[in-house]
């Protein structure tokens, strides 16, 4: 497929999926911005509510929206391809329905606000930088080789929790008083970028290969990541050989370039390429990086 076609219809994609996250919020929030999941119900008409684990509430997220992200397909003429493995790359492929060739990888990202530095939240990992990254034909660990999308999106998810980080989730309610549960999370704001618009030049953890992402909410928002500058190539490049090379510096030390302007000098560019509005880094602020 010629490049300005594949870009044509990134384009499309990327713009439908934006209009459509903009529909999201009113799915999952209440008249006053709260969460309208509250709990579990049994047979019994109990509710027993849930905690602000983040783990547990990203992947009921990612339940309670699912029948909008089908919508979405249909409408657009996708299908959904479900990752195989829990551990897989991306959470969602779109493939066009009438051409098995257009696909797009969509990670669904969800991510709270520091509360004691709301501007910043906590973060996410943008998949990984090991083998199927770096062999762009490998199907360790991915849906589909890393080469055959057009585009690698993440559909984001920042919200607020409760005032309490855990809920009392001893106490069980009636089906009645259900509007009195108060939900364990609010203040949903919905975004839509490319992985490199958010990108980082630190990884997400310190014991597995992922990238990590940006922690400045409104430069999230406004796709503005440390890539911002160089492109979607730069990267790619930067992240196939992170920690994989080593520089001497100015004090005669040897250390292994883990440093966007390191690299970039390693390269022969001028460091200030590196977006400096988002250099903030998550493990700084906060320890935990989401998924």
């Known amino acids: ?16 999926l934006t209009e ?21 119900i049994d047979v019994f008409r109990n509710i027993y509510t849930i905690s602000a684990d983040t783990k547990i509430v990203s992947k009921i997220l990612e339940i309670h929206l699912f029948p ?25 492929s779109f493939v066009k329905a009438d051409d098995e060739n257009v696909k797009f990888a969509v990670d669904l ?33 991915i849906q589909f080789p890393y080469s055959e999308y057009l585009g690698h999106f993440c559909l984001g998810i920042i919200y607020s929790r409760s005032g309490s980080e855990r809920s009392d989730e001893t106490k069980t309610y009636r089906l009645e008083e259900l509007k009195s549960i108060t939900s364990v999370i609010s203040n949903f704001q919905f975004f839509v970028c490319e992985k490199w618009e958010i990108a980082s030049d630190y ?14 909410i ?8 440390v890539f911002k500058k160089l492109g979607e190539k730069w990267f790619d490049d930067y992240w196939m050989n ?32 590196a977006n400096s509005m988002t250099r903030k880094p998550a493990h700084k602020i906060n320890k935990r990086v989401q998924k």
């Open 20 to 40: 459509f996250v903009e529909t999201l919020k009113v799915h999952v929030s209440t008249s006053d911005d709260q969460w309208t999941v509250k709990g579990f």
């Open 203 to 216: 990884q997400g953890s310190s014991n597995t290969a992922n990238i990590g992402s940006i922690t400045k």
């Open 1 to 16: 497929m010629p490049k300005q076609r594949r870009e044509e219809i990134k384009t499309e994609f990327k713009q439908a």
């Open 68 to 92: 909008k992200l089908l919508e979405f397909a249909n409408q657009n003429n996708y299908r959904i391809v479900l990752a195989e493995q829990q551990n897989y790359y991306p959470d969602l």
């Open 109 to 141: 990202k969800t991510t709270y606000r520091l509360p004691d530095n709301p501007e910043f939240c906590n973060g996410f990992t943008l998949g990984s930088h090991g083998e199927y990254f770096i062999n762009r034909k490998s199907n360790k660990n």
């Open 242 to 273: 992170y920690g994989k090379i080593q520089m001497t510096k100015p004090d005669g030390k040897v250390k292994k370039i883990t440093l966007l302007k390191d690299y970039l000098v390693y390269r022969g560019q001028n460091p200030r390429l």
């Open 218 to 225: 409104s430069d999230i928002l406004d796709c503005n990541g």
